[in-house]
C-alpha cells in the first residue's frame, strides 16, 4: 500500500489499499527480480512478520481488517507525527 512520506503541516492525503494473491513463481519472481520505485524497494514479508514492521500509527488499526478482506473506509488524524484519533467504517460487499 502507499504510505505519505511527506512532513509537511496541514496537508491531506487520500491513500488507497490493494492486496492481491500471488502463486508461488510469481512471488519467486518478485523476490529475484530486486524491484525498485521512487517509492522503495518490494519485499515481500510474511503476514506474520506484517505488524512487526515500522509502520505508521494509523496502519495498526486498518491492517486487521485488510488482512481479512474487510473493506473500509477510514480518515486519520495526525499531530506532531501521532495518530491522535481514527474514525474507521466497513463497506457493506
Not at 518478485?30 to 506484517?50: A, D, Q, V
Request: hydrophobic letters at 40%.
Amino acid at each position: 500500500f502507499l504510505r505519505p512520506r511527506s512532513r509537511f503541516k496541514n496537508e491531506d492525503w487520500w491513500v488507497t489499499v490493494f492486496t492481491t494473491e500471488l502463486n508461488d513463481l510469481q512471488m519467486a519472481e518478485i523476490r529475484n527480480s530486486n524491484f525498485k520505485s521512487p517509492e522503495g524497494t518490494l519485499h515481500l514479508i510474511p503476514i506474520e512478520k506484517l505488524m512487526e514492521l515500522n509502520l505508521w500509527q494509523g496502519d495498526r488499526h486498518f491492517l486487521p481488517l485488510v488482512l481479512k478482506g474487510q473493506a473500509f473506509q477510514g480518515t486519520f488524524f495526525y499531530e506532531n507525527g501521532n495518530c491522535i484519533r481514527h474514525e474507521i467504517s466497513p463497506i457493506a460487499p
